[in-house]
């Protein structure tokens, strides 16, 4: 509808219309824009909310309507934005472009956007804003209320307010204290909460989310190395972080390099590079499996019909790892499980492979005997080969849920990322071990 008033250039229309809208959804349709209307569009939008969809947009578009941009134009949506917005801003812009962002912002928030910037990647440094109110302990309750009507139109959240001395943080105190208190004339270290739960600047930001939502925060408070506040992370920077984390962590489980883009923004040429470094490193790693199979060439000779169940068990074996890798993964990620719990999480999938394994034995024989010997004929299926196979799914299902327990938490442990340790890598370590113990019961029973 907002295109085809664009393309009708109704533009009075589609101011009445761009007021109504949330901020993520004006992003939204700039995606559907051509390059060449944006900046029309843009200066469309009303004051209040061009700053405020601006930083919702992807990098792509924020750059193409910058180069558009004078620069009376550009201080007015620099001067608009969030201290962490604008930081992210400059991390993802081309050194060009940063210049002239750099020279529009006022000397306070270039000395604040070089400070989260000079914070590690990742880190709940990198990811906080330094915009948050701060109250005097001396303050009363009618001052503190005061004080955020003063300021609190430049700052990111309002609700949650911090007590400071020197910059050190005393305790919080909500906006909802502040207005159900009756006596204005009380001050505000009588109302706040002493208790409260801070992250440092080099705190992995993935553990920053999780502490927002393992507590409800609206908002953490983030100290440096001497425990002074230094600014505060949003509940809203933590779900786009839990975003982020998820969509990592399913690349690499995957099988895939992780990426900054979106699908749809990544070409041809991205893909395969993020794709093909695994997918070599797999086919390589393959090798062992071919090795061990012309390890074994004169027992397949002498007994062909095992060769047909070899597809089925690595399956089997690789699908029994991945499934104990992911629910480990995932254990880890929502901080359910530390290494400690190691030898309390084998014994669990022991079990569970015990009772796994056993049910697909007895659906394996059954299926091996009603299909593979009677229905297809294949007389060299015998009780003893079925009873071979069905050995191996056993052990190998427990062999793989062990590994795919284990691999993951030993990751955690080292500082790797667990999700490494996920399907691709599983199920190639898996695979060798299933055809080698295939073939020692083969052997131990058949020859």
Known sequence: MLLKLLDEKKYSTIKDMLITMNPADIAAVFEEVDEERTPLLFRLLPKGAAAESFAEMDPEIQQHLIQSFSDHELKEIVEELYVDDAADLVEEMPANVVKRILAQADPQMRKEINQILQYPENSAGSI???????????????????????TGLDRETIYTCYVTHMRRILGYVTVKDLL??????????????????????????????????????????????????????????????MEEEA?????????MTPSDKT??????????????????????????????????????????ALTAFIPM???????????????????????????????????????????????LAGACFVKVMLVDRMLMGNAAVTIPVAMVVCMTVCLTVMVAKVIGCTLPMCAKKLGADPAVMASPFITTIVDALSLLIYFGIARALLF
């Not at 906080?128 to 003063?150: C, D, F, Q, W």
């Not at 002493?194 to 609206?218: G, P, R, W």
């Not at 969509?247 to 099988?255: F, L, N, P, Q, S």
């Open 313 to 359: 068990l690595m399956d089997t074996g690789g699908n029994s790892g991945s499934q104990a890798s992911v629910t480990v993964i995932r254990a880890l990620s929502l901080g359910e499980l530390d290494f400690e719990d190691l030898l309390m999480v084998v014994w669990k999938e022991i079990r569970v492979a015990v009772f796994c394994g056993l049910s």
């Open 180 to 241: 159900l208190t009756s006596d204005d004339d009380r001050p505000v270290t009588e109302i706040m909460d002493e208790n409260v739960i801070c992250v440092h600047t080099l705190d992995d930001q993935e553990e920053v989310a999780q502490m927002l939502s393992k507590y409800n925060f609206l908002a953490l408070p983030v100290v440096d190395k001497d425990e002074r506040m230094v600014g505060i992370v949003t509940f809203d920077d933590a779900m786009d972080i």
């Open 247 to 255: 969509t990592e962590d399913i690349e690499i489980m995957a099988g």
């Open 128 to 150: 906080m804003t330094t915009e948050y109110v701060s109250l005097k302990p001396t303050m009363t309750v009618g001052e503190a209320i005061n004080h955020i009507r003063r």
């Open 263 to 304: 699908y749809l923004r990544s070409n041809t040429r991205e893909l395969y590079l993020h794709r093909i470094p695994w997918l070599l490193l797999l086919m390589i790693s393959a090798t062992f499996t071919g090795m061990i199979i012309t390890g074994f060439e004169e027992a397949l000779a002498a007994q062909v």
